[in-house]
């Protein structure tokens, strides 16, 4: 976040946060339409101790993608 302060020194959208009910299902559905997951690749636990992953922000016109498991 801070070095996206850095750069954005009026402040901005960092990212946009989706919950989906099936992460795997998700990610599946999204890499086979060429999309890229960022990390590992795989879903891990986040700050709200839900699994998280991140999208590419090339795929989506610079911005930022997070999917956050729903329950």
């Not at 959208?13 to 890229?36: N, P, R, W």
């Not at 991140?54 to 956050?68: C, D, Q, R, V, W």
């Amino acid at each position: 976040m801070d070095s996206f302060l850095k750069r954005n020194t009026k402040g901005g959208i960092h990212h946009l946060c989706y919950e989906v009910e099936d992460i795997f299902a998700a990610k599946d559905q999204l890499t086979s339409q060429g999309m890229t997951v960022l990390g590992t690749g795989e879903p891990y636990l986040g700050a709200n101790n839900k699994l998280v992953l991140f999208l590419h922000p090339k795929n989506f016109m610079g911005s930022l993608i997070e999917l956050e498991q729903a329950n």
